[in-house]
């Protein structure tokens, strides 16, 4: 995609982000967005566009705050990973040794309209195939309905627990928020710690990640982006909620903390959660994760028996490693050109061209005069 041609922006030089992505907002592709671009060291680029309302004219601003669903995945990896580092959990342990609910499991052999045959597991999964979505575990669980954040994470993985798996543990690939919850789950029973309060102390305080929660605040929920889709006609944009999560948003009551997707944050906390897995661990001189436990989140935990590449809470790739959200938001780390990529929208789905907003501002961050640095410091 040539992103010379994307047009300009009133007032902005020819090249910039804000030209070309001027459109997209434009023509009513995308209400708003925030982009943000760092090296290990520092935000290079940050940068606000369309409107967070559009029916109020409300202009989008760096620090407004989005549901970043699925982007909540490698957090509760890298809180998996401390106890990984403290020895206090295995990764290629059977979690029925953490969690007992899943002794006795058993697996589909075959399945018609009638009829369901099971068979006992050649072993049980382990917290490495929780983690990678190579368990067997379904999405969800049926329990888990009309919205995905309604029942306490006990309960909700004692429900998987009821469940046979789909086929055999590490067989095949099946993206599962039910195998990242249950890693969640052996946290707090193994730390004895709830897993949000353990995420507040060992990952958000010390990363100075203030704006990052399950629950916004009045103050937050000022700052939240509201969430659009396409109409009917696919060309124009209305406005909707998320349909996986209950209202009111701060109740705390009837909401709970969903580790396979439920956080909310800026640009500016996860690009420092980015820059913290870019720099194996570190940032501003607090080491919240060994490099070690870096380089196993980042590298393909997937076989080459499926097609999909997927680390411990992180899709990966050749010259990247990451994760996107259900509303389109993306966080992307670059080591050989030390920059981490940060994109926050709030769609459910784009009306138009709004999907390659993303790819445009992917590909002019890949460009920029800055990007030509080096790897991450170490």
């Not at 407004?64 to 509760?76: Q, R």
């Not at 007992?100 to 050649?122: H, N, S, W």
């Not at 109740?251 to 956080?263: E, T």
């Given at each position: 995609m040539a992103i010379l041609a994307a047009g300009t922006a009133p007032g902005a030089e020819p090249g910039s982000l804000e030209s070309v992505l001027h459109p997209f907002f434009e023509r009513g592709a995308v209400a708003g967005a925030v982009a943000l671009v760092a090296n290990g060291d520092q935000t290079l680029h940050i940068a606000a566009f369309g409107s967070a309302e559009i029916g109020r004219s409300q202009p989008m601003r760096t620090d407004?705050?989005?549901?970043?669903?699925?982007?909540?995945?490698?957090?509760?990896a890298a809180a998996v990973m401390m106890l990984v580092e403290e020895g206090r959990v295995s990764l290629d342990a059977p979690v029925a040794e953490y969690l007992?609910?899943?002794?006795?499991?058993?697996?589909?052999?075959?399945?018609?309209?009638?009829?369901?045959?099971?068979?006992?597991?050649?072993r049980g999964f382990?917290?490495?195939?929780?983690?990678?979505?190579?368990?067997?575990?379904?999405?969800?669980?049926?329990?888990?309905?009309?919205?995905?954040?309604?029942l306490p994470l006990a309960t909700a993985v004692r429900s998987y627990a009821a469940l046979p798996l789909e086929w055999q543990p590490g067989t095949r690939y099946q993206y599962s928020n039910a195998g990242i919850n249950t890693a969640a789950r052996v946290l707090e029973v193994v730390s004895g710690m709830a897993y949000e309060t353990f995420l507040e102390e060992r990952i958000f305080k010390?990363?100075?990640?203030?704006?990052?929660?399950?629950?916004?605040?009045?103050?937050?929920?000022?700052?939240?982006?509201?969430?659009y889709k396409p109409d009917e006609t696919k060309t124009k944009l209305v406005e909707t909620t998320v349909g996986q999560l209950t209202y009111p948003l701060d109740?705390?009551?009837?909401?709970?903390?969903?580790?396979?997707?439920?956080?909310f944050s800026t640009a500016g906390d996860m690009a420092r959660f980015g820059q913290m897995l870019l720099r194996g661990g570190e940032l501003n001189g607090r080491r919240v994760l060994s490099e070690a436990s870096v380089a196993e989140m980042c590298r393909r935990q997937t076989p080459k028996s499926v097609k999909e590449r997927y680390g411990l809470g992180l899709a990966v790739g050749d010259d990247f490693f990451g994760h996107g959200g259900a509303y389109a938001t993306n966080l992307e780390i670059l080591p050989s050109r030390n920059l981490v990529l940060v994109w926050m929208v709030q769609?459910?789905?784009?009306?138009?061209?709004?999907?390659?907003?993303?790819?445009?501002f992917k590909q002019w961050a890949r460009t920029m005069p800055a990007a030509a640095g080096q790897a991450a410091p170490r």
């Open positions: 407004a705050l989005f549901w970043i669903a699925s982007e909540t995945k490698p957090v509760t007992p609910e899943f002794d006795g499991q058993m697996v589909v052999l075959e399945k018609t309209a009638d009829r369901i045959t099971l068979e006992r597991p050649r382990t917290l490495r195939e929780a983690l990678s979505h190579m368990t067997g575990l379904p999405f969800k669980s049926s329990v888990e309905s009309p919205t995905l954040d309604a010390p990363l100075g990640m203030q704006d990052t929660t399950f629950w916004p605040s009045a103050e937050q929920l000022q700052r939240l982006a509201t969430s109740d705390r009551m009837r909401r709970f903390p969903m580790p396979a997707g439920g956080l769609h459910a789905g784009f009306p138009l061209d709004g999907k390659d907003a993303q790819a445009v």
